[in-house]
């Protein structure tokens, strides 16, 4: 207490002044005059915009908890956006998918490819349909771009196709223009070859090379590859045809399972 | 008791001076202050706080009567006593000049915020009221105060003249 009246002895001049200001402009903005209208105004503008000023200060807190939430919307939107993109790929693929699938003559059955891999026995890639999608043991697999593979190995609800870029994939194959016939198979990396063509056929780059349907497995008419590259060796009695495959492996999402059932037609 | 007294009358005769008699000696519609005067030279003789008091007290009854914003006044005469009181506590030897200078300060700075707050609201900018009002009024109060603190030192600021130093 003794320090107090203290600290308000050793102030009173200033507290005086303070109090008689105060009291000035209380009684200035207690008059209703026009000056006195236009200087509280100022005076409200500026400690309006004092005020406003120093509520950021009383806002931090919420500022700080809504740019919180801000980021993790974000990031959520950033997700949404991401999986969105990812949806209308996927969208275009199985509509194109959905669209071969319609115009197809054969029985197709979509599926996902779940896993792809080399190991020591076959190139292969793993789908997520099998037994109880009537799946079976070398069907051919497609996409609307072209030929796959073959199943390989099925299991109930999954199955392994043996891709064509496998070193011991066969294909019976025939050039659409001049239906020159022949047997496509993997070389190394993506390469793959129409080989047994005998030297002077009608070959030439750019034609397509499709399923020629002298087989079991493939049905006949779906394409292969281009060819890309022709060459001849004079040791040799037949052409060197290299292709580009129609379908780019490296993309592999969805894929369609070519059933052997006949397509039953009205 | 009778020190308050006495500055009650003389505040009291200052007021009515100030409504009746001084605006007779304006010059080209310039008023001296002598309110102000009164008050500049209580804070001088017993500091900041009389002055402040006797000046909030006579500028309110001054803007009272005289239909005027109450509180322009009382606010400019309180800002006043307490620069008047800062330079009372100097009772060493001072030159005369330098008196001179503090009351023209105290005087000018009465004046800024008066004239300043009569203006608001009109035409007239800042720097115009500063050279065409706040300054000759000013020097015309100063006028004033220096025929009085030369006239009556002890009276008005509280120092004996012998205590001023010319050189």
New interface residues.
Partial sequence: MGRLNEWFIHRKDFITLLLTVVTSLVLLFSSSTDQVRTLRNWSLGGFGYLLNKLSVLYRYEDVYEENSWLRRQNANLMLDVSRLQESALENQRLRALLDFKNESQFDLVPAKVIGRGENSLVNAITLTAGQADSITRNMAVVTAQGLVGKVYSVSPNISTVQLLLDRNFRVGATVRRSRVMGVVKWTSGNDVVLSEIPKRSDIAIGDTVITSGISTIFPGGLEIGKVVEISDDDRSLFMNVKLETAVDFSKLEEVLVVRKRPLQTN | MLSILNYLVLFSLAIILQLTVVPLLAIKGVVPDVILILVISTSFRH???AG??W??AA??VF?FFSTR????S??GY??SA?VA?IWSAEHSQVRFGVVIGQLFLTVLLHDIIYLN??????SVGFWNTLFTVVFPHSLYSLVFVAIFSQAFPRKFLGRDQYNYNYN
Avoid: N, Q
């Fill in positions: 500091g900041k706080m402040m008091l000046g909030f500028g309110v803007d914003f109450v509180g322009a009382s606010l309180v800002v307490f009181g707050i009569i203006r608001i609201g009109t």
